[in-house]
């Protein structure tokens, strides 16, 4: 990990919102903290050139660190104000979980990979985001009650227990279906499933959601 944030960094970073503002992303809270957060400190320094390009990167054990495009999209899509419990389904690098974090949520965040879970965990600590981090099943959630979660992962079907901790009038943003997937963004009106207002923002592809034990 590289976490000296130079003046090209800083400028690269202002290139991708730029870049990221005419893609649609008109949200301008959730552009200040794409601005903010230095995504190389996420990856692996040999990976320095490309942190600020609009491209999915490896970080470890099969996983991914999403496009710059699609956090901006799935933050834009939470609707987070300061404040909100924010339950993040796939810590992964920490990226997402830091934006989260500079937008003002109660960040609490899962990932069942365990190497992954001991080093980003440690990183967020280190780079001083309050999120609180778990090792654990995503399908199952975190018991408590939320007001906006957060899935970066692929689902093949929407979790009983996510949609249970989710509060009344609260957001959900999902990625859903098998291979490709699709965006949706649920509201919760109510406890049954006709109640939810879902909508759906275009095609994406996620490394897959497993349900299951966190691995060990």
């Known amino acids: 990990m590289n976490c000296i944030d130079t003046y090209k960094h800083k400028g690269l970073r202002q290139q991708m919102v730029d870049k990221l503002r005419a893609k649609g992303i008109s949200d301008e809270s959730v552009l200040q903290a794409m601005n903010e ?28 660190i999403s496009h710059p495009s699609t956090v901006a999209m799935q933050s834009q899509l939470l609707s987070v104000k300061p404040s909100m419990k924010v339950l993040e389904i796939g810590t992964g690098s920490g990226y997402q979980t830091a934006i989260l974090c500079r937008l003002g949520a109660k960040v609490f965040t899962i990932e069942r990979q365990k190497g992954l879970y001991d080093q980003t965990s440690k990183l967020l ?3 001083g985001y309050r999120a609180q981090c778990f090792l ?33 009038g609260g957001i959900m943003v999902i990625p859903l279906g098998d291979g490709e997937q699709e965006m ?11 109640e939810w207002q879902i909508e759906k923002f275009g095609t994406y592809s996620f490394v897959p959601m497993l349900n299951g034990k966190a691995m060990k």
């Open 37 to 64: 957060v230095p995504r190389h400190f996420f990856l692996d320094s040999a990976l320095d050139s490309l942190a600020y390009e609009d491209q999915a990167l490896k970080i470890g054990c099969e996983q991914t």
């Open 184 to 194: 949706l963004r649920i509201t919760k009106n109510g406890e049954r499933h006709e």
């Open 125 to 127: 600590r280190e780079l």
């Open 136 to 168: 654990g099943d995503g399908y199952q959630g975190l018991t408590g009650s939320y007001d906006r979660i957060i899935v970066t992962c692929g689902a093949p079907e929407i979790p009983d227990a996510l949609m249970r901790q989710l509060k009344t």
